[in-house]
């Protein structure tokens, strides 16, 4: 689960040093033997090219007579000894060993990263092609893929079910055979995977189309001839969807989603009109100290009331929470492979760790600046959740607390979360945004800021207004803790029109 978290990606890197100077080693041995055996032969190519000279006279030296002897006798079997000394078993123990300490990527691992790009190609609407040339929104940030590269992203979703991006990656690394002529995937896989993407997208026409092509470049493909038998008929009958559109079709999405994705890419924002009545001020009557050192406040929404309070967590609390909660997440991992495979798509893009309290004074300190935040206690709250969001991680839309017919199994004492305080423990370069699908509203990351929300209405029921999401993060690396306080004791104090 290397691909779920950015933190745990940069062990990867010191693996691949590993595996490279192990290769590199091993070259050096080879050229080392084969350095060896080319001095040898020019020396006996060079001895045996005088004795050619005049034969019968090389011969009847008898010190010409013994060298040679010796070297037929002897030399040539340590030649022999030299030609079958195995470098490559070293090799590969060394790999085994590596295998062992060093984090490997897992099939797993492989196919996550490739759903996660697809992921973002699709919220972010990145064209295929632009992609394997490397470059995100128009900035280049890698060097081009191979076709190799592309069909291994087409088959990873393929395996996913994920037809359409299959088709599109897949198309990709055929469009790239050509210019990569070593390539390690053949035509006649490509032409499989198209022929079953697009069969299993139900366009009967275009599989019988990529089914014939097959049969083309590999006459005797028993699967192939079967298929196409198999397609024809389906087509006679009229079964099967036998369009004739030309591009796949993607998967369906609720408009929750795509106002959702609409936000991640700037495409809306919130009318002018609510917009214009946002404010930014100064919070100084929390607390005494607020005096010195007031709550720089910006107004996000007012009807459900959110806001953005900038400079809430100094770089160094944050260094510090980071590394606490590292070393967990991994343990979390652990946690997660004893259920399986579970639940994909959720848990598997973001790494967290709780933090409580007591464990250290910053702790602390940070919870009673959400007490200056939020002008509520922060007792009952639950342990600080801290998070770091993998390639493409994020969070589909989802309200923080439970609705009443989930409330009684699962939140027991404590009660509901009434308010959701979200630190941005660090900048996203692009993407990852925190967006309100039923608001318009679109919260950017900022390091040291923290989002405050009310999940609640002043009725007491919950605000299904609140639903919010986090945007994949399309380039680098995210990272939040969240504060949730909970509604015992806070009935009192609970002002809810506190500014
Ligand atoms: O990471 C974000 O922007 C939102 C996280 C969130 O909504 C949550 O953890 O409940
Ligand atoms: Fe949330």
Same mark, same amino acid.
């Given at each position: 689960?290397?691909?779920?978290?950015?933190?745990?990606?940069?062990?990867?890197?010191?693996?691949?040093?590993?595996?490279?100077?192990?290769?590199?080693?091993?070259?050096?041995?080879?050229?080392?033997? $084969?350095?060896?055996?080319?001095?040898?032969?020019?020396?006996?190519?060079?001895?045996?090219?005088?004795?050619?000279?005049?034969?019968?006279?090389?011969?009847?030296?008898?010190?010409?007579?013994?060298?040679?002897?010796?070297?037929?006798?002897?030399?040539?079997?340590?030649?022999?000894?030299?030609?079958?000394?195995?470098?490559?078993?070293?090799?590969?123990?060394?790999?085994?060993?590596?295998?062992?300490?060093?984090?490997?990527?897992?099939?797993?691992?492989?196919?996550?990263?490739?759903?996660?790009?697809?992921?973002?190609?699709?919220?972010?609407?990145?064209?295929?092609?632009?992609?394997?040339?490397?470059?995100?929104?128009?900035?280049?940030?890698?060097?081009?893929?191979?076709?190799?590269?592309?069909?291994?992203?087409?088959?990873?979703?393929?395996?996913?079910?994920?037809?359409?991006?299959?088709?599109?990656?897949?198309?990709?690394?055929?469009?790239?055979?050509?210019?990569?002529?070593?390539?390690?995937?053949?035509?006649?896989?490509?032409?499989?995977?198209?022929?079953? @993407?697009?069969?299993?997208?139900?366009?009967?026409?275009?599989?019988?189309?990529?089914?014939?092509?097959?049969?083309? %470049?590999?006459?005797?493909?028993?699967?192939?001839?079967?298929?196409?038998?198999?397609?024809?008929?389906?087509?006679?009958?009229?079964?099967?969807?036998?369009?004739?559109?030309?591009?796949?079709?993607?998967?369906?999405?609720?408009?929750?989603?795509?106002?959702?994705?609409?936000?991640?890419?700037?495409?809306?924002?919130?009318?002018?009109?609510?917009?214009?009545?946002?404010?930014?001020?100064?919070?100084?009557?929390?607390?005494?100290?607020?005096?010195?050192?007031?709550?720089?406040?910006?107004?996000?929404?007012?009807?459900?009331?959110?806001?953005?309070?900038?400079?809430?967590?100094?770089?160094?609390? $944050?260094?510090?929470?980071?590394?606490?909660?590292?070393?967990?997440?991994?343990?979390?991992?652990?946690?997660?492979?004893?259920?399986?495979?579970? %639940?994909? @798509?959720?848990?598997?893009?973001?790494?967290?760790?709780?933090?409580?309290?007591?464990?250290?004074?910053?702790?602390?300190? $940070?919870?009673?600046?959400?007490?200056?935040?939020?002008?509520?206690?922060?007792?009952?709250?639950?342990?600080?959740?801290?998070?770091?969001?993998?390639?493409?991680?994020?969070? %589909?839309?989802?309200?923080?607390?439970?609705?009443?017919?989930?409330?009684?199994?699962?939140?027991?004492?404590?009660?509901?979360?009434?308010?959701?305080?979200?630190?941005?423990?660090?900048?996203?370069?692009?993407?990852?945004?925190?967006?309100?699908?039923?608001?318009? %509203?679109?919260?950017?990351?900022?390091?040291?800021?923290?989002?405050?929300?009310?999940?609640?209405?002043?009725?007491?029921?919950?605000?299904?207004?609140?639903?919010? @999401?986090?945007?994949?993060?399309?380039?680098?690396?995210?990272?939040?803790?969240?504060?949730?306080?909970?509604? $015992?004791?806070?009935?009192?104090?609970?002002?809810?029109?506190?500014?």
């Amino acid at each position: 689960e290397v691909f779920t978290a950015i933190t745990e990606m940069e062990e990867l890197l010191d693996t691949e040093a590993q595996f490279i100077s192990n290769l590199e080693s091993y070259i050096h041995a080879l050229d080392q033997k $084969i350095s060896l055996l080319k001095g040898q032969a020019d020396d006996y190519r060079t001895k045996h090219q005088i004795a050619q000279k005049d034969t019968a006279g090389y011969v009847s030296n008898p010190i010409n007579a013994f060298l040679l002897t010796k070297r037929l006798a002897r030399d040539w079997e340590s030649i022999e000894s030299v030609v079958t000394r195995d470098l490559s078993a070293e090799f590969i123990s060394k790999m085994v060993a590596h295998k062992k300490y060093h984090k490997i990527p897992t099939d797993e691992d492989l196919n996550g990263a490739a759903v996660a790009l697809a992921r973002l190609q699709e919220t972010y609407k990145l064209n295929t092609t632009n992609v394997a040339n490397g470059e995100l929104n128009g900035v280049k940030y890698s060097s081009p893929m191979t076709s190799n590269d592309c069909f291994e992203m087409g088959r990873q979703l393929y395996l996913s079910k994920d037809y359409y991006y299959t088709i599109s990656w897949i198309g990709e690394a055929m469009d790239r055979l050509a210019i990569d002529r070593n390539s390690n995937n053949s035509l006649t896989e490509i032409l499989e995977y198209l022929s079953m @993407a697009w069969s299993d997208q139900g366009n009967t026409v275009r599989a019988l189309q990529y089914t014939r092509q097959l049969l083309d %470049v590999s006459p005797n493909h028993e699967a192939a001839m079967k298929n196409e038998k198999k397609l024809e008929n389906l087509l006679k009958e009229g079964g099967g969807r036998s369009t004739f559109e030309n591009e796949p079709h993607h998967k369906p999405k609720s408009n929750e989603t795509l106002t959702y994705e609409m936000l991640c890419r700037k495409e809306i924002s919130m009318s002018p009109a609510v917009a214009s009545k946002l404010k930014c001020k100064y919070v100084t009557n929390r607390s005494p100290f607020l005096k010195i050192a007031p709550l720089k406040l910006e107004e996000a929404n007012l009807e459900p009331y959110i806001v953005v309070y900038h400079d809430v967590m100094f770089d160094s609390e $944050i260094d510090f929470i980071k590394e606490l909660a590292k070393p967990r997440f991994k343990r979390a991992t652990v946690g997660n492979n004893k259920h399986g495979l579970g %639940v994909v @798509a959720d848990y598997r893009i973001s790494k967290s760790a709780w933090l409580e309290d007591k464990e250290h004074k910053i702790l602390q300190q $940070i919870s009673r600046r959400v007490e200056d935040m939020t002008g509520l206690i922060s007792e009952k709250s639950e342990k600080l959740q801290v998070v770091n969001y993998g390639i493409g991680g994020y969070y %589909v839309p989802h309200l923080d607390f439970k609705k009443d017919s989930e409330l009684f199994q699962s939140v027991g004492s404590v009660g509901n979360r009434i308010v959701t305080v979200l630190f941005y423990m660090s900048d996203v370069l692009e993407g990852g945004a925190t967006v309100f699908p039923a608001l318009n %509203v679109a919260l950017w990351p900022k390091k040291g800021s923290a989002a405050f929300w009310y999940n609640f209405l002043e009725s007491g029921k919950g605000d299904l207004s609140t639903l919010h @999401a986090a945007c994949p993060v399309l380039i680098g690396s995210k990272w939040v803790s969240t504060k949730w306080l909970h509604e $015992i004791k806070q009935h009192f104090l609970r002002p809810y029109k506190l500014w």
